[in-house]
């Protein structure tokens, strides 16, 4: 008999840990994923947010457990990934930005962006996959990408190229991987209205943007649940390599 339909998103004994949960999509993710039923591990540079995350979480029912985690730093990964126990579903959220024209980026900032969006990504995928390999059973690498990683715009240079980079990684994982039982997607967002960036996008810069989406809205976090959810569960048993993206149509937009 076919499982219900609600049964394939359950993640109900099941375990996924989240980088940059300590704000933004992060937090949004991990509460999505406690609420159907995993046990999170959240993790970020900062430990008091998301001690304050574990806390809303639980008053919701949930379970999870927080982990200062700084993912450029390998030995610091490791640690938290061997402290968690065994995964089953990761979400490689971490990132950040840099906004300044390209002849203005220096060394420093093209390095603090591909150390965290790119690498930072593969070395908290890479060891994940290591141990759901040891632990003899498969799971869900999901990288959480950016429309431009397809499309670019001004004064982001590095960052674009570290989310194409991921793009791409993505599917050498998954490749790679699948084999092991080892599920490698991306979820790729377009421009969502969060804390950190809801002054831009209801200013007039971010109107003049809002015009030139399709479906004329920014998404709301919520929004990307349903992407999320299928990834991380069975209902995407057969999704690898694949990027699912969330824009109101963004990427459909002509030039």
């Not at 980079?165 to 490749?175: E, S």
């Not at 377009?190 to 969060?194: A, F, I, K, L, P």
């Given at each position: 008999?076919?499982?219900?339909?609600?049964?394939l998103?359950?993640?109900?004994?099941?375990?996924?840990?989240?980088?940059?949960a300590?704000?933004?999509l992060?937090?949004?993710f991990a509460?999505?994923?406690?609420?159907a039923?995993?046990?999170?591990?959240?993790?970020?540079?900062?430990?008091?947010?998301?001690?304050?995350l574990?806390?809303?979480?639980?008053?919701?029912?949930?379970?999870?457990?927080?982990?200062?985690?700084?993912?450029t730093?390998?030995d610091?990964?490791?640690?938290?990934?061997?402290?968690?126990?065994?995964?089953?579903?990761?979400?490689?959220?971490a990132?950040?930005?840099?906004?300044q024209?390209?002849?203005?980026?220096?060394?420093?900032?093209?390095?603090?962006?591909l150390?965290?969006?790119l690498?930072?990504?593969?070395?908290?995928?890479?060891?994940?996959?290591?141990?759901?390999?040891?632990a003899g059973?498969?799971?869900?690498?999901i990288?959480v990408?950016?429309?431009?990683?397809?499309?670019?715009?001004?004064?982001i240079?590095?960052?674009?190229?570290?989310?194409a980079?991921?793009?791409?990684?993505?599917?050498?994982?998954?490749?790679e991987?699948a084999?092991?039982?080892?599920?490698?997607n991306?979820?790729a967002p377009?421009?969502?209205?969060?804390d950190?960036?809801?002054?831009?996008?209801?200013?007039?810069?971010?109107?003049?943007?809002?015009?030139?989406?399709?479906?004329?809205?920014?998404?709301?976090?919520?929004?990307?649940?349903?992407?999320?959810?299928?990834?991380?569960?069975d209902?995407?048993?057969?999704?690898?390599?694949?990027?699912?993206?969330?824009?109101?149509?963004?990427?459909?937009?002509?030039?």
């Open positions: 008999m076919q499982p219900s339909i609600a049964r998103f359950d993640l109900e004994g099941r375990r996924a840990l989240v980088t940059g300590s704000s933004g992060g937090r949004h509460m999505t994923l406690a609420a039923g995993a046990e999170v591990i959240v993790t970020a540079r900062r430990l008091e947010p998301l001690q304050t574990v806390a809303a979480i639980e008053a919701a029912g949930g379970r999870a457990r927080a982990f200062a985690l700084d993912v730093c390998r610091d990964v490791c640690r938290v990934l061997d402290a968690a126990g065994s995964l089953d579903v990761l979400v490689n959220n990132g950040v930005s840099d906004s024209p390209l002849l203005d980026c220096d060394d420093q900032a093209w390095d603090r962006v150390d965290t969006n690498k930072g990504a593969w070395t908290v995928a890479q060891e994940s996959a290591r141990r759901l390999i040891a059973h498969g799971g869900s690498l990288n990408t950016s429309i431009l990683a397809s499309r670019v715009a001004g004064a240079a590095p960052y674009v190229a570290a989310k980079g991921l793009a791409h990684l993505t599917r050498a994982m998954a490749l991987l084999r092991h039982g080892i599920r490698v991306a979820l377009g421009y969502v209205m969060t950190l960036n809801e002054d831009f996008l209801t200013g007039e810069a971010g109107e003049k943007l809002r015009l030139r989406i399709p479906g004329r809205r920014f998404s709301q976090p919520q929004d990307l649940d349903g992407a999320l959810l299928l990834l991380a569960s209902a995407g048993r057969a999704m690898s390599g694949a990027e699912i993206v969330v824009d109101a149509g963004h990427l459909c937009s002509s030039l």
